[in-house]
């Protein structure tokens, strides 16, 4: 649990910097990128509700901005709007398999599904 904590704090803390430091960045497609990695951070410490937040304020991104939004709704329960997400990911990449999300790895033994 302390390691948690200790992780939990450095995640925080990278939020904290990323959010005071966004505006010193060069152009709206590096804004988007930390915009992005700040949101797997929220979605990391549980803050579902914050990364949603971050993520529609990203105005690019939106294969992997739609992938992790439709992870946050589903976190959140609101699956309609987490299909919604998927929906708009599978009309970009209509065949799209668990394995090209580069998770399918993770499910494969059983103690992990």
Known sequence: MAEFSR??????????????NTQLLDTPH??????FWKSLAQFSLL???AAIATL???TGLDYVKNLLLAACY???GQTDEAQAMMQAV????PNLHLSDLGIYDNFR???NR
Do not use: F, G, P, W
């Open 109 to 111: 033994l059983e103690k």
């Open 90 to 93: 599978l009309h970009v990449r």
């Open 74 to 76: 589903a976190q959140l």
């Open 30 to 35: 590096t804004v988007d990128i930390m915009r």
């Open 56 to 58: 529609k304020s990203i």
């Open 7 to 20: 992780a939990s704090d450095a995640v925080a803390a990278a939020i904290a910097y990323q959010s005071e």
């Open 47 to 49: 803050d579902y509700a």
